[in-house]
């Protein structure tokens, strides 16, 4: 049965005027010929396991397959982040692609590369393949980088130079990426470091971050990065829309919903709710939500209070509003005040509570919620949110963000900037990077990332986080 996702997305978007470098998709068809000759069930791959299972993890010239596996973990819109970033460090570094997704991964999206999975082969259940235990890292282990480093299995040189204190590489390697890092897991950023990980037939990644902004800073990647893509900001809107296909048992969701109450109207305005902080009063967020509504005059139902304005007429003009949140409270209140005065209503797909890690059928609909905003003419989003960030970087918008306060906080509102309230214009489409290095290896020393790059800025909605931006404004 076909994707019908792949090739119907596009219906449900506007054109957009932004498209694939010639290099970019040079790479990407360069990629699927990797994945075809070496992915599961080819000979070479074969080969490779038993070489791992067994202790002779050797590359052989004769095939030079390498693999990436990346270890799903946390919510929806964290993997994916993580599963576009796993897929570029892949393509740059020459190295097959594996999701560890179990299940959900497959009940989710099509298959993005021809003629193979991306899916990893699940080991049998008394198997001892290092493969069989990746859910089991999250710790550290005497294989991760960091450790390594550490302990004393790679050696650092006065001058910089990195070896294996091992006479040879080992079989795998685990990449410890996750928010919760340690400085020696971000040396992965140093391009000593990279060199040496050339060498390991086997790499398995553990993050829930976006680090593709921390791959544009590698000097190692720096110029291949910038030949494939001249337009800083549209990485995940060219990388996401070339992974992420919904099943068609999604898909037909989606539509369905979107025919039944966003087709018919001139004006799309995606609503995304997120609060971490659970002490923040709910009044205080949805206050928010309706002061930002209103400034940016989306509340309305004429074309002069139209996001972006008007040609000075008042003509009729028909928007809805779609809100997504885990609770009903927020709409029941949005729809009560303006569902009256917005034409085209106000609409909540599901309330599901609270959040579900590795739930199926949660997140499908999560799935459905993030197409449905992408296909919103306005964003609205929440900081942090890393479901907002898929949504905008599908739909290639720069969202109105609402500032939240991190979960960790001890008082949320020392963490909201008045300047940023009750929502700021994000200067870019990318998603934000939370947790980067600031440690730049040639210098031996951190840095201020927000000058290192013209097309490096701080997020909006998390000062010490960073993205991608276009290098000169107005481009999207």
Sequence with gaps: MSCRSRYEFAVYHKTSSHKPSPYLIANLRKHEALQKRCGPGTAAHKKAVRRLD?????????????????????GLGNRMLGITSAFLYAVLTERVLLVDGGKDTGALFCEPFPGTTWLLPQAGWFSFSPLSRLQGYEGGSKENLGD????????VSADGNVSWSAPRPPLYLYLHLSGSYGFHDKLF??????????????????????????????PAFSDELEAMFPEKESVFYHLGRYLFHPTNRVWHAIKSYYHANLADVDQRVGVQIRVFQKKQPPRFVLEQILSCLRDVKLLSGTKTDAAGGGNGTSSSFSRAVLVTSLSSWYYDRIRDEYGGRISGGVHQPSHEGRQRWRDAAHDMRALSEIYLLSMCDVLVTSGYSTFGYVAQGLAGLRPWVMPRAPMWA?????ELDPRDMPCRRADSVEPCFHAPSAYRCAAGRDVDLGKVSPYIRRCVDVKFGINLVNESSGQW
């Design 189 to 218: 950023f140093c391009d000593a470091h990279q060199r040496l990980l050339g060498e390991v037939p086997w790499l398995f990644m553990w993050t829930d971050n976006y680090i593709v902004p921390g791959l544009f800073l590698t």
């Design 148 to 155: 390594m480093l550490q302990s004393g299995g790679i050696t």
């Design 54 to 74: 067994s202790g002779e993890g050797v590359v052989d010239d004769d095939d030079g397959c390498r693999y990436l596996v990346y270890i799903s973990y946390r």
């Design 410 to 414: 001890a008082d949320w509102r020392e």
